[in-house]
């Protein structure tokens, strides 16, 4: 498990795992969004982000109140 917070759109992810892409490669080369899917089920996450060929397999957290330090 990873174990940190994101803030995107201005709401708060904390991220679950962090997986590279080419694990949920299908055949075809395009990323398998039925697998990728069941495991995000599995985990109780509900955003998917990918970034710099990771994916983020994050849960929102409801009412967070974060502040932007400059």
Same mark, same amino acid.
């Given at each position: 498990m990873?174990?940190?917070t994101i803030i995107r759109d201005n709401i708060a992810y904390d991220? +679950?795992?962090r997986i590279p892409v080419s694990n949920f490669r299908g055949r075809d080369g395009n990323? #398998?969004?039925?697998? +990728?899917? +069941?495991f995000v089920a599995e985990v109780g996450? #509900?955003?998917?982000m990918e970034v710099n060929r990771q994916l983020l397999i994050c849960k929102t957290i409801e009412d967070? =109140?974060? =502040?932007e330090i400059l």
């Open positions: 990873y174990n940190k991220i +679950l795992h990323i #398998d969004k039925r697998t +990728l899917g +069941l996450a #509900d955003k998917v967070a =109140e974060y =502040e």
